[in-house]
C-alpha cells in the first residue's frame, strides 16, 4: 500500500487521454451527487495554461498586477487566495496542491487532470474522440468510465459516464467505505427515512 491510499481524506483523479472527454461534466455531476449525500468535496483542477480568475477594474487585480506576491479576497460567504509564481519553472506537485487545502474539512477530493500522479485515477473515455486508452500503461487507473461498452481487453470495473451515481458508487465502495453513513443506492432522503 503506497503513502498515497493512506491519505485521509481520499485522493482520487479524473483523467482523459485528450480534452473534450468529459472529464468537467463527470466531475460536476459527481461533486453534485456527494453533497446530496453529505460529502464535502475538495477539487484540484490542472490548468495546462496561463490562467486567471481575476479580471481587470477589480481592486484585487490592481493589487496583484502592482506587485503583490499574493492577494486573498475574502468575504463571509467565501475567499480565494492568488498567488504569482513567476519563476515557478514547473507546475506544482499534487502534493504541493494538497498542502493548500483543508483536508480536515472535506471528505474526499477529487483531481481533475494532473494524469502523471500515482494517485488512484478514474479514466474518462469518449469512443467518438478514437482516443487510446491510458490504462494498459497507467497501473493507477483503477477504473474505465465511457460512454460506450469497453471493447479493449481488461480486468478494470468498466463504468458508464452516463450513470455518475454508480460512479460515485464505486468511489464510495472502494475509498470511503467507513465514511459512508447510509447504503450509496440509496438517495439521502431515502436513507434519512424521508423517501
Excluded at 498515497?4 to 468529459?22: H, M
Excluded at 459527481?30 to 486567471?52: M, N, P, Q, T
Excluded at 483543508?102 to 469512443?127: N, S
Excluded at 478494470?156 to 447510509?182: C, K, V
Amino acid at each position: 500500500m503506497s503513502y498515497i491510499d493512506k491519505l485521509k481524506p481520499p485522493v482520487v483523479g479524473i483523467v482523459a487521454y485528450q480534452k473534450n472527454a468529459g472529464k468537467t461534466v463527470l466531475l460536476k455531476e459527481l461533486i453534485r451527487l456527494a453533497r446530496e449525500r453529505g460529502l464535502r468535496v475538495a477539487v484540484i483542477k490542472h490548468a495546462h495554461h496561463s490562467f486567471d480568475i481575476d479580471h481587470a477594474g477589480k481592486d484585487s487585480y490592481e493589487m496583484r498586477s502592482s506587485g503583490a506576491a499574493q492577494v486573498l479576497v475574502a468575504s463571509r460567504k467565501r475567499w480565494a487566495l492568488m498567488a504569482e509564481t513567476p519563476d515557478n519553472e514547473h507546475d506544482p506537485s499534487l502534493n504541493d496542491l494538497l498542502a493548500r487545502l483543508d483536508l480536515e474539512d472535506v471528505d474526499l477530493v477529487l483531481v481533475e487532470g494532473l494524469r502523471h500522479e500515482p494517485i488512484p485515477k478514474i479514466e474518462v473515455h469518449r469512443a467518438d474522440l478514437r482516443s487510446p486508452f491510458l490504462f494498459p500503461d497507467d497501473e493507477t487507473i483503477v477504473a474505465v468510465a465511457s460512454d460506450s461498452p469497453v471493447t479493449i481487453d481488461t480486468d478494470l470495473p468498466r463504468l458508464n459516464t452516463s450513470r455518475p451515481d454508480e460512479i460515485l458508487a464505486f468511489i464510495e465502495q472502494r475509498y470511503l467505505l467507513e465514511r459512508a453513513q447510509f447504503p450509496s443506492d440509496l438517495s439521502s432522503s431515502e436513507a434519512q427515512g424521508k423517501g
